[in-house]
């Protein structure tokens, strides 16, 4: 069972902006990059070939406590904080070294896809869902 | 005095993802364009020439209501919904047609940047906080 | 007969980098806005709901000869350089005002997808051939 | 002396686009992150904090045989092909495995920045000429 993921990464340049640090944006791709990797980490892909399930975010938001620069290293630290029938919620914790600099969450739903059909909410199916469950302590 | 505005947009390319729909992140990144361009209406820059001035933000949340597709015509309705001596908070909405797309909020402070010093909140000064105003009805 | 389109754009905030320009490899973005901007000029569009085919590119090179900063309005003069039965080629001149920013050229191929097919090169539509021609006087 | 440097990498959801497959202008970010992974090999940064040396890309071409998908692993082999005295050119090939996914070079100026001054061509100072060297058998 599977339910957090520390994911490392450094900034790379063209994630910086013109007022010279990491642009507000990316942070979402960072805590969704965590995201994948604990799937990964877990046997699991969110876009498996041949499957037509998918999970698009219902909601995320983000705090911003303090700034990134051009090649500093720092890690994402992912957690699953609630799991229902639909929907997978989780919370990261941006951290260079002792320095918190960002905390946020998201919300992903399984949806159905299929050509020429609108999305569809669906049950996360029992092989996946079997293999996550939520962190001890994670915020809700 | 300046409270609102309406931004419209069409989805780019390289703005969706495998999933065939708008990437998150970029709504984020949508609200923003919105913000910039009500200062613009304002006749002000968030980032004037020679100013020491920039606008980070504290906080970004979004509620995703649809998908959006490529090629895709839509606005964003941002409003001013609080201003403090330090902080401005916008709500937007993201509308394609009559279809709610999206909700969010983003709170930007203000803060001073010297060469080689850390960013140090600000208050706003007299020249801004006098353009703006709080939009009726938004959400605070 | 569509050759040309000129695609007018303003900066926005999060295509600009820490070194305070717009990061170059927007350039290949700007370009490829401007192709599909003369795609619905010419009533089509590269990504036809229900179409199985898809333009990917070949080729894309860009000489930069100037900068772009934060909120400057420019204008990427977009047009056919070339077309053979698989594939079109475009050259684009990025102007801001007066002032030349950068000259690139990129070359797209037909192709044809079917689900759990690889990519198969494919001849361009007469529908859609019949739309274009090559520019006078556009490099080849 | 520093020449050449492997740069391993995973494709990332947000760098696919709605044909399936990593969006083109990723490539060139790509090349770029390899770049400065060479640079920090050899002890240096591009944007070494308190120095006002630049280094802008004055031209950057790409050549696209294959498609990288969502999660694929990848290596992005760097050499330099050039140094004059006042510019780097670098050759690239994206490799997946055994299949050649990319080809491109770019070419970097060394300029000088003073605030609110333009940019100025600029010799590249001794201490960073003197850490690379052309890679034997990179194509010029």
Known sequence: MFSEYRHKRRVQFYETDAAGIVHFSWYFRYMEEAEHALWREAGLSVAQPGSDLHWP?????????????????????????????????????????????????????????????PMRSATIPPEIAGRFQVAPGADP
């Open 57 to 117: 975010r219902v909601a995320a938001s983000c705090d911003f406590h303090g700034a990134l620069f051009f090649e500093q290293e720092f890690e994402v630290w992912i957690r699953i904080s609630a799991i229902t029938q639909k929907t997978i919620r989780y919370t990261s914790e941006l951290v260079r070294g002792e320095t918190k600099i960002a905390t946020g969450t998201h919300t992903v739903a399984c949806v159905r896809t299929r050509p020429n059909e």
